[in-house]
């Protein structure tokens, strides 16, 4: 988590000599995935995205929905439509909880993701994630309650991204099993309700496995989120620098004929190619057995 896709150094080179320098099986990557990118980060990265025709997963804060007019949105979506980068999205979620014990938080939650909702329509996204907003650690006396309040407002948003024919999927963050996600989605049987598997989150919150996170899940798992860490913090590591066992992980995917859009989230400019490298190394030319984002 954190501010995503951070530069340590001024970019002095145009975007075209960085997409220059992007290795062989980088290129053959780019069809097949998305990168993770905030919106507070697209004016200085778009010559990149666009000389390179990258897929985004846009990251949209309170911030920039509190500020941002339409036709800022309109604008570079437009941009990226027409260089042919499909687009997801990822929703607001600093200090988000829709089950609060808090009415006001409720509220105040209920706002910021139907203001997310509102942007679906401009930028015609292959999906959107959000986050539960839930933290076993100030929540678990609570979870009943918790559940009931949430239940609430992922229904209404529920009922608009279908009304969008936009898939919303709940991402797994601190939960340290799947039970909470399993009663959400069992609860909003839609098809266009759906889970996000962050292996980095897995790794370093979770106290359960990736095979006990997809097992009971799989009919709804539609997106995975690929970083690495070493286990103790969210470091946000080039795929294959960690202890993650990506191949583990895409073993079970494969096993289980899904193909879950794959997005990565390197948090530097620095570890964007280096991530694009580990993932080449670990699936290569299997990748269209995957999620073939070009189809």
């Excluded at 980068?85 to 829709?98: A, E, K, M, V, Y």
């Excluded at 609060?100 to 139907?114: A, G, H, T």
């Excluded at 601190?174 to 790794?203: K, N, T």
């Excluded at 103790?232 to 583990?248: A, M, R, T, Y």
Aim: hydrophobic content about 40%.
């Amino acid at each position: 988590m954190g501010t995503m896709f951070e530069s340590k150094t001024k970019i002095t080179v145009k975007g075209r000599d960085l997409a220059d320098q992007l290795p062989e099986g980088a290129r053959k990557l780019l069809p097949h995935v998305h990168v993770n990118m905030p919106w507070s980060h697209l004016d200085q990265y778009l010559e990149l995205v666009l000389a390179l025709g990258m897929n985004l997963e846009i990251g949209l804060d309170a911030v920039q929905l509190g500020k941002n007019t339409l036709r800022d949105y309109e604008n570079i979506s437009r941009k990226l439509h027409d260089r042919g980068c499909r687009i997801s999205l990822h929703g607001p979620f600093w200090d988000l909880n829709p089950g609060s014990v808090d009415p006001l938080i409720r509220e105040v939650s209920r706002s910021r993701l139907n203001q997310f909702v509102d942007v679906f329509q401009t930028f015609q996204p292959v999906q959107a994630v959000c986050h539960t907003g839930f933290d076993p650690r100030h929540h678990h006396s609570q979870q009943d309650f918790w559940l009931s309040e949430s239940l609430k407002v992922w229904e209404v948003l529920v009922k608009r991204a279908e009304g969008l024919q936009v898939p919303l999927l709940l991402e797994n963050v601190w939960e340290h099993d799947p039970r909470l996600h399993r009663i959400l989605l069992d609860e909003l049987p839609s098809a266009h309700f759906g889970f996000c598997f962050d292996v980095g989150h897995q790794h370093c919150f979770s106290r359960s496995s990736v095979d006990q996170w997809l097992e009971p899940l799989l009919v709804r798992t539609q997106e995975l989120h690929l970083h690495d860490n070493d286990g103790s913090h969210d470091l946000h590591l080039p795929i294959g620098e960690g202890s993650i066992d990506f191949h583990n992980l895409f073993d079970t995917i494969k096993k289980n004929s899904l193909k879950p859009l794959l997005t990565l989230e390197p948090h530097t400019r620095e570890h964007l190619f280096r991530t694009f490298e580990g993932l080449w190394n670990i699936l290569g030319n299997d990748l269209p057995a995957f999620y073939d984002i070009s189809v």
